[in-house]
Nanobody, 116 residues
């Protein structure tokens, strides 16, 4: 069974930083668009950032200037560097692999809590 496994979440004060990681099969990092999604308590899951197979990145407006998505193919790892965290960034962060054909693959999520 293909899996994505996130890590790096935790409790941080407002203004702090965290780096999330997502490990999975190398083929996902080479051939698919990878992304990070945020689900705040009681809300729908929303896109935070994506990186294409060629390395092109895009961000939600709320993430621009604060977050950075990257991938390390030899390490089979997707990253999300989060700076200047705010309480509204609290929630579960999921990574996702979206192939051109077929169903996407989601990780199980990692909890981020930002205290004010």
């Amino acid at each position: 069974q293909v899996r994505l496994v996130e890590s790096g979440g935790g409790l941080v004060q407002a203004g702090g930083s965290l780096r999330l990681s997502c490990v999975g099969p190398r083929s996902m990092f080479v051939f698919t668009t990878m992304g990070w999604y945020h689900q705040a308590p009681g809300k729908q899951r929303e896109l935070v950032a994506v990186i294409s197979s060629s390395g092109t990145t895009d961000y939600a407006d709320s993430a621009k200037g604060r977050f950075a998505i990257s991938k390390d193919i030899p390490k089979n790892t997707l990253y999300l560097q989060m700076n200047s965290l705010q309480p509204e960034d609290t929630g579960v962060y999921y990574c996702k692999s979206s192939p051109l054909k077929g169903l996407p693959t989601w990780g199980q999520g990692t909890q981020v809590t930002v205290s004010s």
